[in-house]
């Protein structure tokens, strides 16, 4: 089983940024191979905003636009999703998911939220105009 714990969330003013963390744990923590971030905004469906997986490639939705940058500590089994230049959009409650079993994107977003098997309660983000 694996555990994850999301933190960093919070309220920013437009413009301003975040940093998300996400923790895995559990005896089957030591199998995940790709972790990712997707948000939800209440009456619409779960989106994905940034994976990566153990070699490092990552993929990030139209949306992020260079302002969002994922990152991973391997030795720590944590994942990180720096935000700036939040925009009143993005305000939303932020997942973060992993799974052992990557796919070969090559760069395109490719995953979808069916790709993940386990998944943390989620950290608000509240942007602010």
């Known amino acids: 089983q694996v555990h994850l714990a999301e933190s960093g969330g919070g309220s920013v003013r437009a413009g301003g940024f975040l940093r998300l963390s996400c923790a895995a744990s559990?005896?089957?923590?030591?199998?995940?191979?790709?972790m990712g971030w997707f948000r939800q905004v209440p009456g619409q469906t779960r989106e994905r905003v940034a994976t990566?997986?153990?070699?490092?490639?990552?993929t990030y939705a139209d949306f992020v636009q260079g302002r969002f940058t994922i990152s991973q500590d391997n030795a720590k089994d944590a994942v990180y999703l720096q935000m700036n230049s939040l925009k009143p959009e993005d305000t939303a409650m932020y997942y973060c998911?992993?799974?052992?079993?990557?796919?070969?994107?090559?760069?395109?977003?490719?995953?979808?939220?069916?790709?993940?098997?386990?998944w943390g309660q989620g950290t608000q983000v509240t942007v602010s105009s």
């Open positions: 998911a992993a799974d052992p079993s990557p796919l070969d994107c090559d760069g395109v977003p490719c995953y979808t939220e069916e790709d993940f098997t386990y």
């Open positions: 559990g005896g089957d923590a030591n199998t995940i191979l790709v």
């Open positions: 990566i997986d153990s070699d490092g490639e990552t």
